[in-house]
């Protein structure tokens, strides 16, 4: 199979099919044309084993540990992780020395600063009883701008929108 390697600078190098041995396929289509034989040769195929570095290689299954030991494609696989291994254990022994600033907020004084208002859409005020002592919902007006009203279509009916259907 070492006959078979394809420069790959040369794609119209040609190379033989591993499952039709008559078959001399252009390296750019090469791949494409596996896919197609391996379907037409399903006697072949229990014969042949793919190389874990490069789908391309279909190797005959008692040869697969000799083309493992010796492809060409592993090589630049164990350059890859040797150079990208290298650069982690770099990476990894800097240490950082950012901090994050000092944080100014606290939720739970503001929480407990809040917990008499109730939020009522549409007013401007929140949490300011109203002085006859009926519900603050009672007698609001439509708070959106001209040529804007509250969607209709919402999950709950409104306080002011009961009386406006009637």
Avoid at 7 to 28: E, F, G
Avoid at 120 to 134: K, L, P
Avoid at 150 to 156: D, E, F, K, M, Y
């Amino acid at each position: 199979m070492e006959d078979n390697y394809v420069d790959p600078s040369d794609p119209d190098k040609l190379m033989q099919c591993p499952y039709d041995k008559n078959h001399k396929i252009r390296a750019c289509r090469f791949p494409y044309h596996l896919v197609k034989c391996r379907k037409n040769h399903p006697d072949k195929v229990q014969q042949l084993v793919t190389c874990p570095f490069n789908a391309r290689h279909q190797v005959p299954r008692e040869e697969i540990s000799q083309h493992i030991s010796s492809c060409d494609d592993k090589r630049c696989i164990e350059q890859d992780i040797a150079i990208h291994g290298d650069s982690r254990r770099r990476e990894v022994s800097v240490v950082s020395s950012w901090q994050s600033p000092p944080c100014e907020e606290d939720w739970d004084r503001d929480v407990a600063g809040q917990s008499n208002s109730v939020f009522i859409w549409g007013t401007s005020h929140h949490g300011e009883a109203s002085s006859s002592g009926s519900s603050p919902a009672v007698g609001l007006k439509n708070q959106l701008a001209s040529g804007l009203r509250a969607p209709r279509s919402l999950p709950h009916v409104l306080p002011w929108k009961n009386n406006a259907a009637n």
